[in-house]
């Protein structure tokens, strides 16, 4: 398998191999069998021609080794079978290339293919079914070069497959098309004729054709230039009603063309010039399908058009929220992840906000927190979403009911979480803790353990808001006689951070030091640890040089207008 595929596409070309190899292998055998009765009647050695089909009914079929299958006895043998006008000498050499496509573990000598083109413009429609199949086995083997493919003028038959009525034939050359469309220097090639032809197999009856065409068109979105002309050419009309495919695999290749589309600002208009809002209700239904892959593909594509705000008002219009919430119910966090950056990207619009929390998507965020306590990307969204519905009365009142701040408190102390993302925990905790009732509750409900983990994170270096975050986290929990028991072990590499700040010329880390220092001098123990330390010195230089840049100012008399004005 080329690496360049995705997980997702690797995946899908090997189910495809594989069937194949089975029909293939089938198909082989009967072929196989016939010859070999073929060659055993009397009426076969009556001409030329059928004395030389008995004979290459030898040609080592059953040989599985590359060097029995290769030599070059064989390739002379298959150029005269491919050159002759016997459908049967033609059938010989094709069955030979699909035995070949099964077995063959390393590139395929370029003087292999030469016979393969000869066969391709074979008068006979099962010789070209037979080599069309052996050569998409090639292809998704990597056993042959996609480019030289085109170079050597393949495209033009396998294109003329498409006209050729047989679904079996269609299936084949549009399979071949889209391993080719896979390498992007072949698109051009593709895009001069082959638009067209895959728009129309794309509505075909047989799934197998559909599929196979809704693949194709699916490479051709993976570039700009491709999927411009593809637009240009109506494509778009046509992935949206494929959506609604009664196959899985032709919903999931039109999903995943509409997100390459969508991701290009400039065809939105004719993605929702469809109308009453087809596009956007096709994949929310998409959304709440039981094929996972759909619905987290469905998500993708409606989070790429959110960036635009009519289609987010639309999105809500549409009660977007109750099939999201579904989505992030599933077991696998790949797609809870695909509906927290969509949901991330509706809060962050503020008129959202009262319509996502009245659907009680704070509540699913805590549940949300405490079952995924170590994946970051979901801990990052749901801080973002937590932080951008809090921002109202209802949405305070609808954070202190759930069990969002105990999520975000245990993720503090989570060791596979990345700085990054605590930095986003502590950002929204901090947030939260402008609003009292929310701070008195986070004080009540903080544990000795993540208390430890906000000091330690408060002293670390490396990333000095986190540490800003966390020092401020701790500078507004109330000082109750429970708080004060948590904190008394950490005073001694508190005074070590807190004579950081101090020292750091930012003024907001020095104010958010001398605030911190106020409230635990409430405490004896910290006084009397602070007495004639270094912390206090640093505070006396602090405030010397807090009066010097008030006397300063104080000498710079005010301008006044009139001055101004002269």
């Keep these: 398998m080329a690496s360049g595929f995705c997980e997702n596409c690797s995946r899908l070309l090997k189910d495809f191999a594989a069937h194949l190899r089975t029909v293939c292998r089938e198909f082989g055998q009967k072929i196989r069998n016939v010859f070999r009765e073929l060659s055993q009647c009397t009426c076969l050695r009556n001409t030329p021609d059928r004395s030389f089909l008995r004979r290459t009914t030898s040609l080592r079929l059953l040989y599985d080794h590359e060097t029995q299958l290769l030599n070059q006895e064989n390739l002379q043998t298959l150029n005269r079978l491919a050159a002759s006008q016997n459908p049967d000498l033609q059938m010989t050499a094709a069955v030979y290339y699909l035995h070949l496509s099964h077995h063959l573990t390393s590139p395929l000598p370029d003087a292999f293919m030469d016979p393969v083109v000869a066969l391709l413009f074979s008068s006979d429609l099962e010789v070209q079914k037979t080599i069309s199949l052996s050569l998409v086995n090639l292809l998704i083997k990597n056993n042959v070069c996609k480019e030289l493919v085109i170079e050597m003028g393949i495209l033009m038959p396998i294109l003329e497959l498409f006209q050729s009525g047989d679904p079996t034939a269609q299936c084949h050359s549009c399979a071949c098309v889209a391993m080719l469309a896979s390498s992007e220097s072949n698109r051009d090639a593709i895009m001069m004729d082959g638009i067209i032809p895959l728009l129309v197999l794309a509505k075909s009856y047989d799934p197998l054709v559909q599929q196979n ?21 109506g494509a778009i009309p046509v992935l949206v009603l494929l959506l609604q495919s009664s196959d899985s695999e032709v919903q999931f290749y039109s999903c995943t063309a509409l997100c390459n589309i969508a991701a290009i600002r400039e065809h939105h208009p004719k993605l929702l010039s469809i109308g009453g809002h087809y596009l956007l209700k096709s994949l929310l239904t998409l959304m709440s399908s039981s094929v996972q892959k759909n619905s987290a593909q469905a998500c993708r594509c409606l989070q790429t058009l959110s960036k635009n705000v009519l289609i987010q008002e639309q999105l809500m219009e549409l009660d977007c929220v109750l099939p999201l919430k579904t989505l992030l119910k599933t077991p696998n966090p790949m797609w809870a992840k695909s509906a927290l950056t969509l949901l991330s990207a509706l809060s962050a619009h503020q008129p959202n906000n009262e319509a996502l929390v009245n659907e009680g998507l704070l509540d699913v965020m805590g549940q949300l927190l405490h079952r995924h306590k170590s994946i970051s990307v979901i801990i990052t969204h749901s801080s973002k979403i937590i932080t951008n519905l809090s921002s109202s009365c209802m949405g305070q009142q609808a954070v202190m009911e759930s069990m969002c701040l105990s999520g975000l408190l245990w993720a503090l102390v989570s060791p596979a979480l990345s700085d990054e993302t605590l930095l986003h925990v502590t950002s929204c905790l901090h947030h939260l803790m402008t609003w009292d009732p929310l701070k008195s509750k986070l004080s009540e409900s903080v544990t000795s353990e993540q208390v430890s983990g906000l000091v330690k994170l408060s002293g670390q270096t490396k990333n000095l808001q986190l540490s800003y975050n966390c020092a401020a986290i701790i500078s507004k929990l109330e000082m109750t006689g429970e708080v004060t028991q948590l904190l008394r072990p950490h005073y001694i590499t508190m005074s070590e951070y807190l004579l950081v700040f101090l020292k750091n010329k930012d003024v907001k880390f020095q104010h958010l030091g001398i605030v911190t220092v106020f409230k635990l001098k409430k405490d004896g123990d910290f006084s009397a640890l602070l007495a004639n330390s270094e912390l206090e010195v640093q ?25 101004l004005n002269s």
């Design 213 to 233: 065409a809704t693949w194709a068109l699916l490479y051709l979105t993976q570039s700009d230039w491709s999927t411009r002309l593809l637009c240009q050419a």
């Design 539 to 563: 505070l006396w230089k602090v405030h010397a040089q807090t009066e010097e840049t008030r006397r300063l100012l104080l000498m710079i008399q005010p301008i006044s207008p009139s001055s």
